[in-house]
Structure formats: structure tokens, C-alpha cells
């Protein structure tokens, strides 16, 4: 079933597999039913309306207040998530722009993949403060 708390987000990759977030957890349609999707330590909490996003390799990214995630479907066609190490702060949002990218918040900033992989901040070289909803 669904793990407890609200549902936040829902996602349909491009081979058909149906991901519900909720505040506690992931969840993955087999059939006629919900199974729970193993998640790294300290990154259950989902809380954003964009929280999930389909990578252009077919990966699933999951952003939680414990850091970007990384889903992949392994041989056995069970999905399996993993923190990304360049991961900084959690957020509520992620999102793939047409170019592939993937851009996401983090912490009290906007982060992107960059070509090889690497996280990097957005900011002031792209017109946005370097701390979003931040003080003065």
C-alpha cells in the first residue's frame, strides 16, 4: 500500500511504471496494488508538489527534505533509490528542462546537474539570489 501521511506527487514514467509520493514515502503501482519503495536512510519526507521527475535516461529523481534521490528499475524490474552524494540540502522540487538537465532546490538555493554529472548551484550568473526566500 501507500506509506501513511498525504499524497503529494504522482509521476508515470515513459515504460508505464506509476510512482506515488507521499509526505513518508514512495510508492510503485504492481498490478492492482501499491509497493513501498525502499529508500535511503533520512529521506522519506516528501513534501513538494513537483517532488518526482523522469530523467532522460528513464531514471526516476525524487527530491526530499533529505536530499536529491536517484531511482533506477535494476534486473529484477524492482526499483531501488539512492542518494546523490553532490546532493546539498533538501527541497521540495525537481524538474528535467528540455536539454536534460536536471534542476531541482536545495536547501535555500536552486541547484542543476551540469554535464558530467556534477551539481551546481544556480545564482547571480543566471539572475537569481544566491538564497532564495532568504533575509535581506
Known sequence: GLPNGGVVCQLETPSGD???????????????RFERVQLPAGQT?????????????GEVYANSTGGLMVGRAGVDGRWRFAADPQSRGGG???????????????????????????????????????????GS
Open 18 to 32: 506509476f510512482f506515488v509520493a507521499t509526505t513518508e514515502g514512495i510508492s510503485i503501482r504492481r498490478g492492482l
Open 45 to 57: 519526507s516528501l513534501t513538494g508538489p513537483n517532488c518526482l521527475a523522469v530523467g532522460s535516461g
Open 92 to 134: 521540495r522540487s525537481v524538474y528535467r528542462g528540455p536539454d536534460g538537465r536536471i534542476w531541482f532546490s536545495c536547501g535555500l538555493s536552486i541547484c542543476r546537474s551540469q554535464n558530467r554529472g556534477e551539481i551546481g548551484d544556480v545564482g547571480d550568473r543566471m539572475g537569481l539570489p544566491a538564497v532564495i526566500g532568504g
